[in-house]
């Protein structure tokens, strides 16, 4: 018998497999840990410039102002003049709708109109929802540069 | 000739193996590409009440600060319920005269001196659900800014 260390290298070489079923396991799990975690979300962030009642009263002077009312129509005034501009809602397939269009055009009026006025402050009725208002600012945002939250 | 059928079958080879490597590779993809998208898209963040915050372009803030959660049925302040609420809304004898909750100033006074605080001030985010009312989220932002919170923040879910 021959000694194995005198054995040719085709004699002793095996087929080996690497067993990755484990791997495999872990992997899954993992992977569904993360899907069922979807409650997590990604938040970004909004700056909302809060001031006392006083202090915002002083703020929107050469400001655009927005407010929200509740029966879906906006206003859009500047500090410069007490004259509004009513935007009236607009009709979609589920009723009435906030018109962010008619009142980002009627923003970007007033701005071609005085080219000082840099930031807007969206003010809302009680009973509009914190989704219109964030839409709102959204939208505002698109104008002008600075939106704060006011009316409080 | 013997018919087929009566012919000796041959034992089969039992051993199988399962060629699984290029499922593997799926799998890294995809774990790779979960976890890729979850460190980048902003701060990944799990509310301790139920709520959907409103979709918005919002910049990311990697910042951590002390959160504020309004949800239908309670004003959570870092994860402890400080208010109750009903459908959004505070009770009344919890008002005070300037629209801020009395509940939420006194959680948030015994706050302010363990926040850190930011260039603006005492940082505060506010995670309220997209069907908060104003008059909730105004009530929130005056209780804040009457305890000393300067610099506060509305958190919204990042829109892509």
């Known amino acids: ?152 | 000739m013997l018919k087929k059928t009566f012919l000796p079958t041959q034992v089969k080879n039992e051993q199988m193996a399962l060629q699984i490597t290029s499922m593997a590779d799926i799998f890294v993809i995809i774990l790779v590409f979960l976890l890729k998208s979850y460190s980048v898209e902003g701060l990944a963040y799990e509310p301790s009440v139920p709520l959907t915050p409103p979709m918005a372009h919002g910049r990311i803030d990697q910042t951590d600060g002390l959160k504020v959660e309004i949800s239908a049925k309670a004003v959570n302040l870092a994860g402890k319920s400080v208010s109750p609420v009903s459908d959004f809304r505070f009770a009344k004898g919890d008002m005070d005269s300037n629209g801020a909750s009395q509940s939420l100033r006194r959680a948030l006074a015994k706050t302010r001196p363990s926040v850190v605080s930011g260039p603006k001030g005492a940082k505060l985010i506010v995670v309220a659900d997209a069907g908060a009312p104003y008059e909730t989220i105004k009530a929130v932002l005056s209780s804040a800014a009457s305890e000393g919170y300067n610099d506060i923040q509305l958190a919204v879910a990042h829109a892509e």
């Open chain 1, 1 to 152: 018998m021959k000694r194995k260390g005198f054995l040719k290298h085709s004699e002793y070489e095996q087929d080996f497999e690497l067993n990755i079923a484990s791997v495999i396991d872990c992997f899954v799990v993992l992977i569904a840990f993360i899907l069922i975690s979807s409650s997590f979300f990604s938040i970004g962030i909004i700056d909302a410039e809060v001031a006392g009642a006083s202090e915002v009263a002083a703020s929107d002077a050469g400001s655009l102002v927005v407010e929200l009312k509740a029966d879906h129509s906006i206003l859009v005034r500047s500090s410069e003049s007490p004259k509004n501009e009513r935007i009236l809602p607009k009709q979609a397939a589920k009723g009435i709708a906030w018109d962010f269009e008619g009142m980002a055009a009627a923003l970007k009026a007033m701005k071609e109109k005085s080219p000082e006025l840099k930031s807007a402050v969206v003010m809302a009725d009680n009973a509009v929802t914190y989704r219109d208002v964030m839409a709102s600012m959204e939208a505002a945002k698109k104008e002008v540069s600075s939106v704060n939250l006011g009316g409080f």
